[in-house]
């Protein structure tokens, strides 16, 4: 179901959110304004808000799952500096993304107490989804955009820049760099070369 309508206005994008996640328009909002502050021209720049919309300036770029190859030095730097943006002191009042990753966890194991066995294949997937633990949590939070859709980063032949933060806010580093590898649109061009930094934690975790 669609979440919200986008509406091109001069040089203005008008984006209207119309159902399915409550705090949409408010989590896109803060999102740009905070970086706007401390990463600015990376997002969109804020330039009105309501109960229900945000209108920001239309960035140019082409979505990365169009380009023929990823430009995967410019992704990691974008998305480095998105999670190094937010100042720790500022990222600890921010509210969790929308879909935390312990809330992942007991959504997954709802599902499977309601799972019919169907096939041997399907029953073990999953029989080891259930032993799933999100692992370490000790792990550096950063602000995340929280949506690994690959339509949501743009290049402009020289950088990568990012929209869409409607289910973004304080998350770790490893979940958002899982959510971004597992997320279909990224596997368009096959498997992907992009490789990030992470600690010990992190990649327990991942």
Not at 12 to 37: H, S, Y
Not at 126 to 132: A, D, I, T
């Amino acid at each position: 179901m669609q979440s919200h309508d986008v509406r091109i206005d001069g040089d203005l994008v008008r984006k209207r959110f119309i159902d399915g996640k409550p705090g949409g328009a408010e989590r896109e909002w803060r999102a740009l304004r905070l970086l706007a502050e401390h990463a600015p021209g990376l997002a969109p720049a804020p330039v009105e808000y309501g109960t229900d919309l945000v209108v920001m300036p239309r960035i140019e770029g082409t979505p990365l799952f169009l380009l023929p190859a990823v430009p995967e030095k410019e992704l990691v730097e974008a998305v480095d500096r998105l999670h190094g943006a937010v100042p720790r002191q500022v990222l600890d009042r921010i509210p969790q993304r929308l879909w935390p990753v312990e809330r992942l966890r007991d959504q997954l194991l709802a599902w499977a107490g309601r799972w019919q066995p169907k096939n041997e294949l399907a029953d073990q997937a999953v029989r080891e989804g259930v032993r799933w633990e999100p692992g370490e949590r000790g792990v550096r939070p950063v602000f995340g955009a929280s949506d690994g859709n690959t339509a949501n980063f743009l290049w402009d032949g020289v950088r990568v820049r990012i929209v869409d933060f409607e289910e973004s806010g304080r998350s770790d580093r490893a979940t958002e760099v899982a959510e971004m590898a597992e997320h279909v649109s990224s596997w368009v061009h096959g498997e992907s070369g992009v490789c990030f930094e992470l600690d010990l934690a992190e990649e327990r975790r991942l």
